[in-house]
């Protein structure tokens, strides 16, 4: 059974900083692509950043420069590192899983980031 487990959400001041981490177990980890999606009350869910087996990095334009993911195939785990956040990153953020392999996708059940003074 596959499982995506987010933990780091919470509660910034606005200039602040958050890591994020999801932690993985049930599927051959290093051989998916991760990313972190988000989502705000009302909005679609958009991708944030992804890194790819290989550790190709990609990210949206409102985050560049300011969030980092990384990985550790060691240790099933993904992170976020979200730092100058401002109140427009408030939304549930949700790790994914996907393999080009196989076509699969795992999501996890998310975790709140609050973005306020």
């Known amino acids: 059974q596959v499982q995506l487990v987010e933990s780091g959400g919470g509660l910034v001041q606005p200039g602040g900083s958050l890591r994020l981490s999801c932690a993985a177990s049930?599927?051959?980890?290093?051989?998916?692509?991760m990313s972190w999606y988000r989502q705000a009350p009302g909005n679609e869910r958009n991708r944030v950043a992804r890194?790819?087996?290989?550790?190709?990095?990609t990210y949206a334009d409102s985050v560049k420069g300011r969030f980092t993911i990384s990985r550790d195939n060691a240790k099933s785990t993904v992170y976020l590192q979200m730092n100058s956040l401002k109140p427009d990153d408030t939304a549930e953020y949700y790790c994914n899983a996907y393999r080009v392999a196989t076509d699969r996708t795992y999501w996890g059940q998310g975790t709140q980031v609050t973005v306020s003074s």
């Open positions: 049930g599927l051959a980890f290093s051989s998916y692509s």
């Open positions: 890194i790819t087996s290989d550790g190709t990095t």
